[in-house]
């Protein structure tokens, strides 16, 4: 255990972003998080008092829209506000849109591809900066979820799944970047997960065979896993980390097969 590090995590008000809150604060971890609900916030607060940790650690908690102007600098603020220096950065809020990109809502897709890409650099920006200038002697790291959808385009997921491949791509190459500097980079791709994320995504549960919407549910890990490997990668020499045998495949599948094999496939399964 360790009582002086913090983590900041976004979107932990739900889904795996609370999970790894949860598997943190177990570890003895201040908490830093922010997500959009502040009830979601006041829940998680109450749960993680509720465990009666021995040294009952502070957890701060910020509502914040990521996608507004000036959210990088309002948690900048924020941390300065509260005194926190932050040892690990974990970027999770994020959300999927699923229908042809023609009949989405365009303000819907921007406000995503704003969450899922701008505030993630905006974030390791300033965070990358701060680690670099910190006078603890702490080893620092910054996790960004990415997702499996990064691996190959999705059609009906086309914006979604490239603005994941935006983060696998930023991910990998900061954590070159970085290297030096004893900053650690990692991105964890979690495949279909049982979080409110598949609804938000227009993917609600169906009995309809053979759907999109009926494979993602009936293939969803559980995010307690997801955020065991978060936990797990930390210290690690995995820069993508991938959870679960099946996405460890498609992983595999997608990275060694050629394109030509692998597109009509994705095109088969995901056009519907
Ligand atoms: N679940 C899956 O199948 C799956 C698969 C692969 C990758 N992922 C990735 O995993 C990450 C976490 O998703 P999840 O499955 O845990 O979904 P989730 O339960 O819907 O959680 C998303 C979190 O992001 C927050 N959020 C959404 N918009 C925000 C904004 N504008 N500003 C600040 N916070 C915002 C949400 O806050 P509110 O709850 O307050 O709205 C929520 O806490 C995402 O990056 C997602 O792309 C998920």
Not at 59 to 71: E, Y
Not at 102 to 116: F, G, I, T
């Amino acid at each position: 255990m360790n009582s002086q590090k913090t983590v900041l995590v976004t979107g932990g008000g739900s889904g795996i972003g609370k999970e790894i809150c949860k598997r943190f604060y177990k570890e003895g971890y201040q908490l830093v998080v922010i997500s959009l609900d502040a009830d979601e916030l006041n829940t998680l607060q109450e749960e993680l008092s509720s465990l009666n940790m021995p040294n009952s650690q502070p957890v701060h908690c910020l509502p914040l829209d990521l996608t507004g102007s000036n959210a990088t600098r309002n948690v900048g603020a924020f941390c300065d506000k509260i005194h926190c220096d932050i040892d690990i950065l974990i970027n999770n809020a994020g959300f999927g849109l699923h229908d042809k990109h023609s009949d989405l809502n365009l303000d819907q897709v921007n406000a995503m591809l704003h969450l899922n890409i701008l505030a993630v650099s905006g974030l390791c920006h300033l965070f990358a900066n701060r680690m670099l200038q910190s006078k603890t002697s702490t080893p620092k790291t910054i996790i960004n979820i990415g997702s499996t959808s990064a691996f190959q385009p999705i059609p009906m997921l086309a914006a979604y799944a490239a603005s994941k491949a935006f983060v696998v791509s930023f991910t990998e190459a900061l954590s070159v970047e970085l290297k030096d500097d004893g900053i650690d980079v990692h991105c964890v791709c979690p495949g279909t997960t049982k979080t409110p994320f598949l609804d938000v995504a227009g993917l609600s549960d169906n009995t309809k065979f053979g759907s999109t919407a009926y494979i993602a549910h009936k293939i969803a890990m559980s995010p307690k896993d997801v955020a065991n490997l978060a936990f797990n990668v930390v210290g690690s020499k995995y820069i993508t980390a991938v959870p679960g045998l099946v996405n460890k495949l498609h992983y595999q599948m997608t990275h060694w097969l050629p394109n030509i094999i692998v597109q009509p496939v994705v095109n088969r399964l995901f056009n519907r």
